[in-house]
């Protein structure tokens, strides 16, 4: 079965850290791009960091510096560590896998982040 699933969303208050993962199975992981995306209330889906699966690695510029993307390929598993977040990340995040060389993409049904003290 073709799928990614996300874990490890959750409450925490600003400035505290959080570490997302996404877990792929019955794709070739090191062939897929790796991306995170977020959708808040009422606003569309934003792209937050993508990896390819050189490693290579793009941020939304409201994430540069406090969030870092990174990818084990042996766990077929790619992570987002957010650090000093802020109320306005409050989101659900969704994972993406898409390789355009097979034509191929896979969402996650996305996981919630709330940023409140």
């Known amino acids: 079965q073709v799928q990614v699933v996300e874990s490890g969303g959750g409450l925490v208050q600003p400035g505290e850290s959080l570490r997302l993962s996404c877990a792929a199975s019955?794709?070739?992981?090191?062939?897929?791009?790796m991306g995170w995306y977020r959708q808040a209330p009422g606003k569309q889906r934003e792209l937050v960091a993508v990896i390819s699966n050189t490693g290579s690695t793009n941020y939304a510029d409201s994430v540069k510096g406090r969030f870092t993307v990174s990818r084990d390929n042996a766990k077929s598993t790619v992570y987002l560590q957010m650090n000093s977040l802020k109320p306005e990340d409050t989101a659900v995040y969704y994972c993406?896998?898409?390789?355009?060389?097979?034509?191929?993409?896979?969402w996650g049904q996305g996981i919630l982040v709330t940023v409140s003290s």
């Open positions: 019955g794709i070739i992981f090191r062939f897929y791009v």
């Open positions: 993406n896998a898409k390789s355009p060389s097979l034509n191929h993409e896979v």
